[in-house]
């Protein structure tokens, strides 16, 4: 099945710095998406993005699906984008089914 | 919209108790899922449904069983729960879009179980 490796496994940043998550998958996709996954738990859904760059406030995407990575960018960072952000990807000979990552955890102190 | 509604949220259970999870969306989603997540071991699928009426496995679906009698529910049962069914179990529902399934999940907000 397809392979998907998420860089840096753990970041800390002091508040108000910039940061860029990485997502290798090794094989064509139909489909990325990027989620946080919160303190309390919950799964966000950030970005569905299996090409090209999307901005959500602080937060864009860009996914190049011919070199198999997408990049998460974290600008101003808050202490409310601590968690963990998992990469997950749908891989061309799948029915659907999501391929996770093993999620970079974000630490963001004050 | 309420999106994804898993009910409960919290449960404890003794071994060998049965129970059942409750998934609810309001998206007129045709696919269902429902994972588990364990530390160390990611999201991990434990069966899903294309469809009102099917169901199939996933990674790791001994121990659960799983029904689609209406389109917007996805129900999780555990007939004889274990300890090793510890967990938080998160159900997600996806959408179909050029009759293909888009895999673009919405999740909910989980459900934390304790066997003892």
């Known amino acids: 099945g397809i392979q998907v490796e998420q860089s840096p496994p753990d970041l800390i940043l002091q508040e108000g710095a910039n940061s860029t998550l990485r997502c290798n998958f090794s094989d064509s996709v139909n489909n990325l998406q990027w989620f946080h996954q919160n303190p309390w738990g919950q799964l966000i859904n950030l970005f569905y993005i299996p090409s090209g760059t999307k901005q959500n406030g602080r937060l864009s995407a860009t996914t190049v699906a011919t070199e198999r990575y997408s990049l998460l960018y974290i600008s101003s960072s808050q202490t409310t984008d601590s968690g963990v952000y998992f990469c997950a990807v749908v891989g061309t000979d799948s029915w659907g089914k999501l391929q996770f990552g093993a999620g970079t955890q974000v630490v963001v102190t004050p | 919209n309420a999106g994804v509604t898993q009910t409960p949220k919290f449960r404890v259970l003794k071994t060998g108790q049965s129970m059942t999870l409750l998934c609810a969306q309001d998206?007129?989603?045709?696919?269902m899922y429902w994972y588990r997540q364990d530390p160390g071991m990611g999201l991990r699928l434990i069966h899903y449904?294309?469809?009102?009426?099917?169901?199939a496995k996933g990674e790791v679906p001994d121990g659960y069983n799983v029904s689609r009698l209406k389109k917007q529910n996805f129900l999780l049962g555990l007939e004889s729960a274990a300890p090793s069914q510890t967990s938080v179990y998160f159900c997600a529902s996806s959408y179909v879009a050029g009759g293909r399934n888009t895999g673009e999940l919405f999740f909910g907000e989980g459900s934390r179980l304790t066997v003892l």
């Open positions: 449904s294309v469809g009102e009426g099917t169901t």
């Open positions: 998206m007129n989603h045709e696919y």
